[in-house]
């Protein structure tokens, strides 16, 4: 539907006779492709709105509070504050709406479209929420161990406010999918018809589960709404933060295609579903329609098949010597720099046994896609430098270990030492048992595309908000993967594909290694800290390790501390890797909440 919005008298409204536009879900069936097209809705003569004027940026607003705003998002989303009701764009449609039934007014005049999502209208401000009979008083952080008990008090509260009020929708049409909460999704059949909008409740995002809460009692990023932790937040004042909530809106439409889902990892979704559905239209590209769950493996590890790496050690007394910093190098947008490489496997994988799968991974295009039950050597049995972790997490110093390896770590031991690897052939590694995939390809390579140029964006106009979101949105999706219970709807199942993450994380792991045997032999720095794909060196004044080029994936500097004499003697003095955990996390304390593009929580 493409109209002009307008400005409308909410008590005078008149409502459509036709059906709304069927709209959808994104956990339950395909949201553009329900979508039908709806007779414009009735023209109101009034004067045309007239956009302010623009106010004076002052110095200390965050540099993205002052970009522009887009209408991408216009006929797809409203913003609902206590002095009225707004387009993401900024034109002004209604005054106040003070109670459930003009809600629901509204929305059913709206005709909003889904755009990757169902449609959204976002509650803005306390005052919105009072108006709406929205408030809960569930204590403050003094009645509670943490956050996470305080969350869980308010999350109930809500449900039951939201349950207690929401009668007058329910009363038109309106069914609730799910128990509401800081998203109340709402659906409305009128005959084939099916409209489905979700209503977010802004001051009441933090209810939900989050997996910073109870971590130092912090709040953690919150979707397209930013990070109060990390100063993304939105403005305090109710005008100003529907202006840059509308912003962000309207540059999610733009840059993602979609509307942001009511997490990072269901926008993250949104997007592999919209490439997903534009190439069964066109019949180009590769599309998987189905869940690719871990087949049963013999033996299989405890915890993650490919875990990331977490290790420290003691700095010997030479390493201490003429060094005067402590520098992390990590990864940029390591993970979504691997999802978009590699290729995936998909379809029913093949269980092969003995010959017939030391055979597969010595094909003439090398091991395709799958699992393989490898042997590890002992680590000291290697000559593997002392000063880098085993190039396997599931490797052990003394013995040999037998476990299930992606093919991308089969390529990785296979490489040679200096590359990162153990020089391994597959004889070496007594491969018995495989699972092998019958299909591959580069599935996810546009979906990549898609989040790399948003991220150029981001960085381009200095806009940290958009560029933390698109940080939780392909980590948040890559790490759900693993997780069923994220993808139970039919529509959804493709989702599931715990072997990509797999080879995601395994592949991080293999180029930062690779990366820390070329500064070794090339600079004779070795790490005394990596966690995922973040290392911690202890360097000269000037001495720069990072990679001049800015591609993702490319080491660049994270945190840069100043050697302090009691910092270098808790260093020095270090009896364990404890301790020197302990002195390495005080050294960067200041920088907790700095932008970082590590991938270690997901």
Known sequence: ???????????????????????????????????????????????????????????SRPVWESLPVGAEADEHALIVTADGTYTPSGRELTGPVDSVEKLDKLVRWAALTPLGSPPQVWIVGQGACESLGW???????????????????????????LQATLTPMLSAGWELRGDPGHVVHLSRSIGKFTSMVDVVIEPYV????NKDFGWNNRVGEMGILGSPTAGTYLPDDDLPAARELGRRLAWSA????????????????????????????SGNGLVVATAGPVPPLDGAPRGDLEPAVGWTRVPEADELDNVHRLVSIDQR????????????????????????????????KGAPFGLWRVTLPAAQTLSLPERLPPPHPHMLADQPVQTWVTTVSLDGLCAPVADGGIGADI???????????????????????????????????????????????????????????????TR?????????????????????????????????RWPIRTVTDSWVYLLAEGEDIADPSAALGKMSVEKDTPLTDPLLTALASAQDVHEVNLAIRAAFADDDFADDEGEGAL
């Open 1 to 59: 539907m493409s109209r002009p919005w307008e400005q409308i008298a909410l008590f005078d409204l008149h409502q459509p006779s036709a059906p709304d536009p069927a709209t959808d879900d994104t956990d339950e069936i395909d949201a553009e492709e329900a979508a039908v097209a709806e007779p414009p809705a009735p023209t109101v003569a009034v004067e045309p709105p007239t956009a302010p004027a623009p106010e004076p940026t002052p110095p």
């Open 135 to 161: 408030v809960i008083d569930p204590g403050s952080e003094d009645d509670f161990d943490d956050m996470e008990a305080l969350r869980t008090r308010a999350a109930a509260d809500l449900t039951a406010v």
């Open 206 to 209: 933090w209810t939900y589960w």
């Open 254 to 281: 733009k840059h993602l295609g979609v509307l942001p889902g009511p997490t990072p990892a269901r926008t993250g979704a949104a997007i592999v579903d919209k490439i997903k559905r534009e190439r069964t239209r």
């Open 333 to 364: 947008a390591a993970y979504l720099a691997s999802a978009g490489m590699l290729e995936f496997g998909y379809g029913q994988p093949a269980h092969l046994t003995g010959g017939a799968a030391a055979a597969a991974a010595v094909g003439e």
């Open 427 to 489: 004889d070496d590694l007594d491969v018995t048992e495989a699972w092998v995939y019958p299909q591959q390809g580069r599935v996810l390579d546009k979906w990549a595309k898609i989040l790399r140029e948003a991220r150029k964006v981001s960085v381009d106009t200095e806009d940290a908000a958009t560029k933390r979101f698109l940080g939780s949105c392909y980590k948040g999706y890559i790490g759900r993967m693993v997780n069923p219970d994220m993808w139970t709807a």
């Open 492 to 524: 959804m199942a493709h989702h599931h594909q715990p072997l990509w993450r797999a080879a995601i994380i395994a592949h991080c792991r293999w180029r930062g290694r690779r990366v820390a045997m070329r500064i070794g032999r090339e600079r004779g």
